[in-house]
Every structure is written in C-alpha cells, then in structure tokens.
C-alpha cells in the first residue's frame, strides 16, 4: 500500500504574519530613530543661525572646537 504525503498547510505563524501585512507599512525603530535625528539637525541649524553661527558639519570642523589656526 502506499500513502499519499499530505499537503503541507500554513500555520499559525504564517496567518499572523499575513495579518500583519495586510496592516500595511509600521514604522520600526530605525525609522523613528532617523526622524528624531532629522529633528535634531533642524533644531541645531536653527539654533546656529539665532546665534549667527553656522553648524559645524564635518569632523575636522568639530576637532577644532576652540582651536583656532
């Protein structure tokens, strides 16, 4: 006698997951890290320019903090 292997069905994880797609886009962790970051940028430049500076943007511009040449 033979047997024919059954059909391989998709479990509970692959519902949750589907489910979970079906949600659409979540924005993770890195994502609301970058716009925190982004936040920050534009928070300092604005500072910067209230004070009539301009924001250091490079790392040999924030070595030299109180180094002038």
């Known amino acids: 006698m033979t047997r024919s292997v059954p059909r391989p069905n998709a479990g509970i994880i ?3 997951e589907d489910a ?13 890290f ?3 970051v982004r936040h920050l940028v534009v928070d300092g430049d604005r500072r910067a320019a209230d ?4 924001a250091r943007r490079t790392l040999a511009d924030m070595t030299l903090v109180g180094q002038r040449r």
Do not use: C, F, M, V
């Open 14 to 16: 692959d519902d949750i």
């Open 20 to 32: 979970d797609n079906k949600k659409g886009y979540e924005p993770e962790d890195l994502t609301a």
């Open 51 to 54: 004070a009539s500076r301009k």
């Open 34 to 36: 970058h716009q925190l």
